[in-house]
């Protein structure tokens, strides 16, 4: 298991490897600062801008982002879209 721990916004973070599903290409990420809809929302249109994603699925009462990536370069620009957003991964 891969980690780097690191500080963004004032708020300190372990990101591990995501877990990644039977399904091709299809990951999950634990984001623990999503606390509303408006987190929701913005996590949201971060990857909709995201080139090579798809199917995202944001569960705000477990915190965490389900989504389908093209690859692995795709699945990692979503999770620094998630960090440059104010939502970086961390491990649950």
């Known amino acids: 298991l891969s980690y780097d721990a690191y ?6 973070a ?3 490897a995501p877990w990644r ?3 091709a290409n299809r990951f999950t990420y634990y984001t623990p600062d ?5 987190c929701v929302m913005t996590i949201e249109r971060a990857l909709a801008a995201v080139v090579g994603i798809t199917d995202v699925q944001v569960d705000l ?5 389900h989504l389908t990536a093209a690859d692995d370069a795709a699945a990692e620009r979503a ?4 960090s440059q957003a ?6 649950q």
Do not use: F, N, Q
């Not at 009462?61 to 982002?65: A, F, G, L």
């Not at 999770?79 to 998630?82: C, G, M």
């Open 7 to 12: 500080t963004l916004g004032g708020h300190s």
């Open 14 to 16: 372990i990101a591990v």
């Open 21 to 23: 599903s039977d399904m």
């Open 34 to 38: 999503m606390s509303c809809k408006h």
């Open 61 to 65: 009462e477990s915190k965490t982002v």
């Open 79 to 82: 999770r620094a879209a998630l």
């Open 86 to 91: 104010g939502y970086p991964v961390a491990s």
